[in-house]
């Protein structure tokens, strides 16, 4: 009989994480699913097995170690060193990826968790700065009330698989080692009902609109998310209920672009506030902690004199509030300076000889252009 050690080409002082990298190996390239049944391949894989199954258990390394095969098997040769284990062994070395061949899939026979559930809830900013309760409708899965969730019709009850005999699973002889397969018959649930309930068709389970109350946390943001835990489809038998995820998505304002924390809003400002100086009247948010002016919602900016467009007037603390602080962001009004239209003859005549009289002075940003404009065209043309 050959050392198990060298079955799997590994020398004796080999600890565990090399035996079963050893063994993983071999047992994949000696599988006789991989090499079309063949009989020498069944006898390799079998002896690779065995070795494997005697110096992975300390107890047993220890004997073979000093005693050779007869202190394994008491000398009677190869064959019985605990390969009746191959499935434990090759749900711990191979994992998930054998599992449902060996025997190590999941019952479905037992309570499961119902499914998680989605919704997307579509808010207006002012909802997600101020914070919100709002009433959203979802469909979900509940118990069916006219067979209590058995699935079976009123007076009757599920019966036990005769299949499977209740355990959900079904084995298979193949070669020297069974294979077990989720049951055709009861699809892994362990009992078979033969005269099911008309309301629910035997799942059990029945889907009904329910009213729920949300609420929405100030700050929110496009893509946050709320969870409700116990608020998605029921367990089927008897199992806990899954959660409800609500998605959030803020619809765009007509005034304002939220910038992180920050909103943003432009606001026209008349010509002649801009070159003399004054005030206008901004829209903001109102509604959130420590707004309680009946005014809350419009503020008041000082223009300064000679604004230019593009210039930003920023409000400390009135923009969006933080959902895991006391922070919050600013309000920037940007000015936009309008030039007025429809001038009449003594407007136009006015704003002549405005024109005639001012100077490079009161036009800066003109004259710095202009200056650059000249230094452009002089390199063009050579001049």
């Given at each position: 009989?050959r050392?198990?050690?060298?079955?799997?080409?590994?020398?004796?002082?080999?600890?565990?994480?090399a035996?079963?990298?050893?063994?993983r190996?071999?047992?994949?390239?000696?599988?006789?699913d991989?090499?079309?049944?063949?009989?020498?391949?069944?006898?390799?894989?079998?002896?690779?097995?065995?070795?494997?199954?005697?110096?992975?258990?300390?107890?047993?390394?220890?004997?073979?170690d000093?005693?050779?095969?007869?202190?394994?098997?008491?000398?009677?040769?190869?064959?019985?060193?605990?390969?009746?284990?191959?499935?434990?062994?090759?749900?711990?070395?191979?994992?998930?990826?054998?599992?449902?061949?060996?025997?190590?899939?999941?019952?479905?026979?037992?309570?499961?968790?119902g499914?998680?559930?989605?919704?997307?809830?579509?808010?207006?900013?002012?909802?997600?700065?101020?914070?919100?309760?709002?009433?959203?409708?979802?469909?979900?899965?509940?118990?069916?009330?006219?067979?209590?969730?058995?699935?079976?019709?009123?007076?009757?009850?599920?019966?036990?698989?005769?299949?499977?005999?209740?355990?959900?699973?079904?084995?298979?002889?193949?070669?020297f080692?069974?294979?077990?397969?989720?049951?055709?018959?009861?699809?892994?649930?362990?009992?078979?009902?033969?005269?099911?309930?008309?309301?629910?068709?035997?799942?059990?389970?029945?889907?009904?609109?329910?009213?729920?109350?949300?609420?929405?946390?100030?700050?929110?943001?496009?893509?946050?998310?709320?969870?409700?835990a116990?608020?998605?489809?029921?367990?089927?038998?008897?199992?806990?209920?899954?959660?409800?995820?609500?998605f959030?998505?803020?619809?765009?304002?007509?005034?304002?672009?939220?910038?992180?924390?920050?909103?943003?809003?432009?606001?026209?400002?008349?010509?002649?506030?801009?070159?003399?100086?004054?005030?206008?009247?901004?829209?903001?948010?109102?509604?959130?902690?420590?707004?309680?002016?009946?005014?809350?919602?419009?503020?008041?900016?000082?223009?300064?004199?000679?604004?230019?467009?593009?210039?930003?007037?920023?409000?400390?603390?009135?923009g969006?509030?933080?959902?895991?602080?006391?922070?919050?962001?600013?309000?920037?009004?940007?000015?936009?300076?309008?030039?007025?239209?429809?001038?009449?003859a003594?407007?136009?005549?006015?704003?002549?000889?405005?024109?005639?009289?001012?100077?490079?002075?009161?036009?800066?940003?003109?004259?710095?252009?202009l200056?650059?404009?000249?230094?452009?065209?002089?390199?063009?043309?050579?001049?």
């Amino acid at each position: 009989m050959r050392d198990y050690y060298e079955i799997l080409g590994v020398p004796r002082g080999s600890d565990e994480a090399a035996l079963k990298s050893a063994f993983r190996k071999l047992a994949m390239e000696h599988h006789p699913d991989r090499n079309g049944g063949s009989e020498e391949a069944s006898a390799r894989f079998k002896e690779i097995n065995e070795a494997y199954s005697v110096l992975s258990d300390p107890k047993k390394r220890a004997a073979y170690d000093q005693f050779g095969h007869a202190g394994v098997n008491g000398g009677q040769g190869g064959g019985g060193a605990g390969f009746t284990d191959i499935n434990d062994i090759f749900s711990e070395v191979f994992g998930s990826a054998f599992g449902d061949m060996f025997g190590g899939g999941q019952r479905r026979s037992g309570p499961a968790r119902g499914q998680d559930l989605r919704y997307d809830l579509e808010i207006t900013l002012e909802q997600a700065y101020a914070g919100a309760e709002v009433e959203i409708t979802a469909a979900t899965a509940i118990s069916c009330e006219a067979c209590e969730g058995s699935g079976a019709k009123p007076g009757t009850s599920p019966v036990t698989c005769p299949t499977c005999g209740g355990a959900g699973r079904v084995r298979a002889a193949q070669g020297f080692f069974a294979i077990e397969r989720t049951c055709p018959r009861c699809g892994g649930e362990g009992r078979t009902i033969s005269d099911p309930c008309t309301s629910c068709r035997g799942h059990g389970q029945v889907r009904r609109n329910r009213t729920l109350q949300v609420r929405i946390p100030a700050g929110v943001d496009d893509g946050s998310r709320i969870r409700l835990a116990g608020e998605g489809d029921s367990g089927a038998r008897g199992g806990p209920r899954g959660d409800l995820y609500i998605f959030v998505s803020v619809r765009p304002h007509d005034l304002f672009e939220r910038d992180g924390l920050d909103l943003h809003c432009t606001v026209p400002v008349p010509m002649t506030t801009a070159v003399l100086g004054g005030e206008i009247e901004a829209p903001c948010l109102s509604g959130g902690q420590g707004e309680g002016d009946e005014d809350a919602s419009r503020l008041t900016v000082k223009v300064p004199e000679g604004t230019q467009t593009g210039r930003s007037v920023r409000i400390r603390g009135r923009g969006m509030p933080s959902l895991r602080s006391r922070e919050r962001g600013d309000l920037l009004v940007e000015l936009f300076v309008e030039t007025p239209t429809r001038l009449d003859a003594r407007q136009k005549a006015l704003m002549q000889e405005f024109a005639e009289i001012s100077s490079e002075q009161q036009h800066p940003e003109s004259s710095g252009f202009l200056n650059r404009a000249r230094r452009f065209w002089e390199d063009v043309t050579g001049g």
